[in-house]
């Protein structure tokens, strides 16, 4: 069984890695990050939905079902369409938490990062009146944490991350809200810089964080062993990762942020 899993770049392995080490996802993993056309967030939409369709269609020639797309942006532009396209692969979307903050209402607001096309779109849109919580919900793009995300020098622009972020919270009294949600894959690799921000900004302030990795990993383990009895039994765990372009820098971070993971990873040009 193989399971597909699908990012811009290097933000889906937030969601990998939550799988992999807190529920335990065992078997065949292929992971494409689209590194050559990474960030989404402030292309084209028209472009982006063929690239996601071209990155799809690819894992699914390669055998993968179910497929995480660990992307919000991807999600709320082409998940629909591709459901309707590929009707025998389970697609497992990715959305920003906000049924989880509003479940946890705490007579407070509640911010949603997010890439300037996810807070665009109809599917987040819709699920916030569904919700019923449009008076409580504060939209923010924040595309330039998945620049730095993508960086090469990364690990050394702390401080440029830590000053992005002041500025992006400095335009919100965080103590009128309960919860960030953070409703992009590639933004909990600064879950530190957000907690040193807010603590600096706030020092008695105890807003919650959030992402959706979890909630999608329970997902996806549950609809494996739907299609698959003998998952129990599954004893192992290879990565293979897709790069659209030669990076060695991805293949660092990537092997950083799955430290933890303790997988065999092996990387392909795509
Ligand atoms: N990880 C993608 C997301 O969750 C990043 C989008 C981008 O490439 O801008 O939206």
Known sequence: MKIGFFDSGLGGLTVLKEAIENEKLKGEIYYLGDN???????????????????????????????????????????????????????????????????????????????????????????????????????????????????????????????????ELLSKYDLNEFSHIVLGCTHFPLFYENFKMVIKELYPNCNINIIDGAKGISINLIKHIKNINKDYDNETNTKVCIFLTKESETFKIRSRQILNNSKVDIEYKLQ
């Open 36 to 166: 050559k056309n990474t960030p989404y967030g402030l292309k084209d939409e028209n472009f982006v939905k063929k690239i996601v369709e071209k990155n799809i269609k690819s894992l699914i020639e390669c055998g993968c079902n179910p497929i995480v797309i660990a992307c919000n942006t991807a999600t709320s532009l082409s998940i629909k369409e591709l459901r309707e396209k590929y009707k025998d692969i389970i697609f497992i979307g990715t959305e920003p938490a906000v049924k989880v903050a509003s479940d946890a209402y705490m007579h407070k607001k509640i911010l949603v990062l997010a890439t300037s096309i996810t807070i665009k779109q109809e599917k987040l849109l819709n699920l916030i009146d569904k919700l019923n919580i449009k008076n409580y919900v504060q939209l923010c793009a924040a595309d330039k944490l998945v620049q730095f995300a993508e960086d090469i020098n990364c690990n050394n622009l702390q401080k440029e991350v830590n000053d992005y972020i002041k």
